[in-house]
């Protein structure tokens, strides 16, 4: 895979992972259809797929077989989705639009996006139990347990209900990353520790490295989304634009200006360059993903 | 444990289940504050524990250590709380009390009733998979997949979108029995399974009888649910009383009426019994689990 051109890798990553979600979703014809329809309409067919990219990216690194990653790769990309759909619900953010289209309750019905995502955590669990995915099951077991970590109430549910508590409130800087550390970062952090934990095992300083870029890209991944939100319109978005601000939420932004919020991206993004840049060429996704992400347009 | 009176090992394994939970959920204190709070809240101090009995009634059949069955008792009280809080919110059965409290989205709000589902969900399978629960990791890895796919769309969501479809519908016995199959079944089916894989191993006709009592127990479960439901005032049981009748939805009560229903909870009891009487004097606790389920009052 090394050589090919990163946009090429990308979209062969993209590829395989909407593929093995195809596969992993149980078909709109089986029993409750409504269900199964209404699951794959939220996973399937949308999104930049940039936790499955990180999983893939970080797998390389250890030799990973991409048949493994692709479990993975669902897993992440499942909690992920999952957590889309009950942020759009009402009683949350209350969004109509979602990678471009209706939101699965305004699709669908509130109780189907309730139970949508109750269905894609478990089947993300699913994902990550039913193969083997180490040589050894103990590591497999702990790689799950990092998944409910990350997902739980000390991980992106907990960052939710940092973001619900903050809404009208003023924040300092240190808040505010304290909340994206838990809501996009630990799921993303999660991604690229997960993806090494299907191959050999990495030297620690070249795990620690990793970590430590995984947190970077968590971070950077949030004040990019914060600068695009503010600036961009809802077409290109594929979601409702400036509905922070709307929402009077905190975000890098409102609380640095655009400016400061665009010198932050560049400059967390050095760091997680620098961070990876020792792991050698086999880290080279790695770095053109930290790069994409803060390029990114949408 | 054999040899002492039911109530007394009852009363034992509720009290273990209860400080197995306290211990798991996160303290209160620990931020997030309110959903920590909330997540207690919605677990702790409530309910029979009918699926953490069945893990350790189970459990006593493969010699399985206590402990061990204590994280697969938390994990799936965990799954069927999560669902509780979900189903209890406006978008589904809208109702205002539970265990003789407000419901979670009563006593804290919507987005925080929302959350505590999924993160309790998280913490489920956190629960069966931070510590060693069989001699053989691969073995608590199917574990794993066992429960992720009792409390997926083929399993719990599934029968509660199967539910949320029927209302107002005409079932036949057939479609009834097929969505408490997946709604209550699948999930009190697991618990007696997962019992066992904490232990020794079963021989095969043992397993197949164990998985037969429990497909009856989730059925007996069920129906006794509907009738206790049609017959009992809100103060016995806890929660609203007749809210089936009000909500126009099947159950075993209106399409058989309640002499036959009763007829069939105690044919179903009789089978249940029959079918751990094979098993020795080990499977005591299952056959009076059974008997339990269906003489309750709430």
Redesign the interface.
């Known amino acids: 895979m090394n050589g090919a051109d990163f946009p090429a890798w990308m979209a062969t990553i993209q590829q395989r992972t909407e593929a093995a979600l195809a596969a992993l979703l149980?078909d709109a014809g089986?029993?409750?259809a409504?269900?199964?329809g209404a699951?794959r309409y939220a996973v399937l067919d949308g999104g930049k797929r940039v936790r499955p990219l990180l999983v893939h990216a970080a797998g390389q690194l250890a030799d990973a077989p991409p048949e493994r990653l692709d479990k993975v790769a669902c897993a992440v990309e499942l909690i992920h989705a999952?957590?889309l759909v009950?942020d759009d619900?009402p009683?949350?953010d209350d969004d109509v639009l979602r990678r471009g289209k209706p939101t699965v309750h305004v699709e669908y019905?509130?109780?189907?996006a309730?139970?949508v995502?109750?269905?894609l955590?478990?089947?993300a669990?699913?994902s990550?139990?039913?193969a083997p995915l180490c040589d050894?099951?103990?590591g497999?077991?702990?790689m799950?347990?990092q998944?409910?970590?990350a997902?739980?109430?000390?991980?992106m549910?907990?960052g939710?209900?940092?973001d619900?508590?903050s809404v009208g409130k003023p924040l300092t800087r240190e808040e505010l990353e304290y909340m994206h550390i838990h809501k996009t970062g630990a799921l993303i952090r999660a991604s690229v520790l997960l993806g090494t934990q299907c191959g050999k095992p990495l030297a620690p300083a070249e795990a620690d490295r990793l970590d430590r870029y995984g947190k970077l890209v968590g971070l950077l991944f949030q004040v990019v989304d914060d600068i695009l939100d503010a600036g961009a319109d809802t077409a290109t978005l594929g979601k409702t634009a400036g509905k922070d601000a709307d929402h009077n939420k905190p975000t890098y932004v409102t609380l640095l200006g655009l400016t400061e919020a665009r010198a932050l991206a560049e400059s967390l993004l050095a760091d997680a360059r620098q961070t990876v840049a020792a792991l050698g060429p086999r880290a080279c996704r790695l770095d053109e993903l930290a790069t994409f992400i803060v390029h990114r347009k949408f």
Not at 151 to 155: E, I
């Open positions: 149980p089986i029993a409750p409504r269900l199964h699951m999952y957590s009950h619900l009683c949350m019905d509130e109780a189907t309730l139970l995502g109750d269905a955590q478990a089947l669990f699913q990550l139990a039913e050894d099951p103990a497999q077991l702990e799950i347990t998944l409910a970590r997902a739980g109430s000390r991980g549910a907990g939710q209900a940092i619900l508590e």
